[in-house]
């Protein structure tokens, strides 16, 4: 996690809105740690997002389940940053090539260099930071 702290915060000195990209939501655990870091290295009012894409849909359906339990301030229906989508985070509307300043994963891809690596690289604003395990994806 200290790894995910330092790397945010690298990015928020900047005075435009910032925006995160998560890849693969999961149960919403890193997407609200993701969404509270936010808040509180730049505090709220701000334009930023926490955008959060799961291509499962009953696990896109879990986290927004378990975010708005523990913590429903955090949506973005409640006036918070966090936005949890199903589909293709590199397809999903709103998600175009420079217009993200951090990008997390979970997933591991077998190359920055080509396919979906590539890909999340080719999101990043100049001076953004992408956050994923490289090596053999899992099966």
């Not at 709220?44 to 389940?65: F, N, Q, Y």
Request: glycine share 12%; aromatic share 6%.
């Amino acid at each position: 996690l200290q790894l995910l702290v330092d790397k945010v915060a690298e990015v928020c000195d900047q005075a435009a809105p910032l925006r995160i990209l998560e890849v693969g939501s999961g149960c919403g655990f890193v997407s609200a740690l993701l969404a509270m870091l936010l808040l509180q290295l730049r505090g709220p009012d701000r334009g930023d997002a926490v955008l959060a894409v799961e291509h499962v849909p009953e696990l896109s359906e879990w986290s927004v389940e378990n975010v708005r339990k523990n913590n429903a301030a955090l949506l973005k229906e409640e006036g918070g940053p966090l936005d949890i989508r199903c589909g293709d985070a590199l397809r999903i509307e709103g998600v175009n090539p420079g217009n993200v300043d951090f990008v997390y994963s979970g997933c591991a891809f077998e190359s920055a260099a080509t396919g979906a690596g590539q890909a999340l690289f080719g999101l990043l604003r100049a001076g953004g930071r992408l956050v994923s395990p490289f090596g053999p994806a899992d099966e």
